[in-house]
């Protein structure tokens, strides 16, 4: 299996080239849910430590249904499939210009959770123009085990998040520890309370918006993804969810750009544009860096062939 690993602020992505089972033809919702179904040791064994590496996205390159997509491409992390990812449509839009697959310019890639366009500045530079993102809740208050009531926001922005501005803990690296830990008991208490999307869609990831130690920046946000691990990038969309919540406050015109740091101190610039169903096009610029190509060998007599699954 060839793949070639980048990062994007940080949060690595690998992109496979090739050796990925077939998912079959039609909607790529449809590919997802099989490879999540079918496949849960394929790609989690290349996620995994030792192969792997905590925090990674994987990116499985598949036909698109619509043919003026330059590729297909189903996003995963060692716990989930997941709908679409900011962060490695970044890595992967680098991947694909180092291949010299792409160009600069404008490109369209689909994903299971809608098209969304890329637009390709230099070698490392990108502006993701995401699907149409919205704020679904406003004010929810969990009961969360251990920590009391935690208030925040419901929005999707292609996963779905529940964001709490301010947060209650300082988001500094110092704190990721405990920042993990509490993030963990709201994605839990979530699901437990029955509190998700429109139609029941779990939480899967959970934003505290905090203050930055940088001038320029407008935030500092905490990040946890479905496998645990804290998201080292901005998290794409996880910023647009949260820039749904912007605009459903009036705290952010369309047009209007702000930047937006992780915990680590990467950064994007963001911005959106209003949607067509209430919702925002969020615009995401970072940056992705190509670290390594590779062939992952998976050897029968490797005790740890499928990754350390504890
Ligand atoms: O950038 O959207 C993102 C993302 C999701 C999970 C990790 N990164």
């Given amino acids: 299996m060839h793949v070639i690993d980048s990062h994007t602020g940080g949060e690595p992505t690998r992109v496979i080239l090739s050796g990925a089972p077939d998912l079959g033809s039609g909607p790529?919702?449809?590919?997802?849910?099989?490879?999540?179904?079918?496949?849960?040791?394929?790609?989690?064994?290349i996620m995994l430590e030792p192969r792997g590496q905590p925090a990674m996205v994987g990116a499985f390159l598949v036909e698109p249904v619509d043919p003026t997509c330059v590729t297909g491409v189903i996003f995963f992390d060692v716990d989930a499939v997941l709908g679409m990812c900011g962060h490695g449509t970044i890595g992967l839009t680098v991947t694909l210009?180092?291949?010299?697959?792409?160009?600069?310019?404008?490109?369209?890639?689909?994903?299971?959770?809608?098209?969304?366009t890329v637009e390709l500045h230099d070698a490392n530079t990108v502006t993701v123009m995401n699907i149409e993102s919205r704020r679904v809740h406003h004010g929810v208050t969990l009961d969360v085990p251990g920590y009391g009531a935690?208030?925040?926001?419901?929005?999707?922005?292609?996963?779905?998040?529940?964001?709490?501005?301010?947060?209650?803990?300082?988001?500094?690296?110092?704190?990721?520890?405990?920042?993990?830990?509490?993030?963990?008991?709201?994605?839990?208490?979530?699901?437990?309370?029955?509190?998700?999307?429109?139609?029941?869609?779990?939480?899967d990831h959970v934003i505290f918006q905090?203050?930055?130690?940088?001038?320029?920046?407008?935030?500092?946000?905490?990040?946890?993804c479905p496998d645990d691990n804290y998201d080292r990038s901005p998290c794409g969309t996880g910023c647009s969810a949260w820039l749904a919540c912007l605009a459903a406050d009036g705290a952010l015109k369309?047009?209007?750009?702000?930047?937006?740091?992780?915990?680590?101190?990467?950064?994007?610039?963001?911005?959106?544009?209003?949607?067509?169903?209430?919702?925002?096009?969020?615009?995401?610029?970072?940056?992705?860096?190509?670290?390594?190509?590779?062939?992952?060998?998976?050897?029968?007599?490797?005790?740890?062939?499928?990754?350390?699954?504890?």
């Avoid at 792409?102 to 994903?111: K, L, N």
């Avoid at 101190?265 to 940056?287: D, F, K, M």
């Fill in 28 to 45: 790529l919702a449809d590919r997802a849910h099989r490879l999540a179904t079918h496949h849960e040791t394929f790609y989690r064994s």
């Fill in 97 to 116: 210009a180092h291949l010299g697959r792409i160009g600069a310019g404008q490109h369209r890639i689909e994903t299971p959770a809608g098209v969304v």
């Fill in 150 to 203: 935690v208030t925040g926001d419901v929005a999707y922005g292609g996963n779905w998040f529940f964001i709490v501005d301010p947060s209650p803990i300082p988001v500094v690296t110092d704190n990721i520890r405990e920042l993990s830990d509490m993030t963990v008991a709201i994605r839990k208490a979530s699901i437990t309370q029955g509190i998700g999307g429109e139609r029941g869609e779990p939480i």
């Fill in 210 to 224: 905090g203050a930055s130690a940088k001038p320029d920046a407008y935030n500092r946000n905490f990040v946890l």
């Fill in 254 to 310: 369309p047009g209007e750009e702000i930047v937006q740091h992780s915990v680590i101190g990467s950064a994007y610039r963001l911005s959106y544009q209003p949607g067509v169903n209430g919702g925002v096009i969020p615009s995401i610029t970072g940056q992705a860096h190509v670290m390594a190509k590779a062939t992952l060998i998976f050897d029968e007599k490797d005790p740890f062939k499928t990754g350390i699954n504890l």
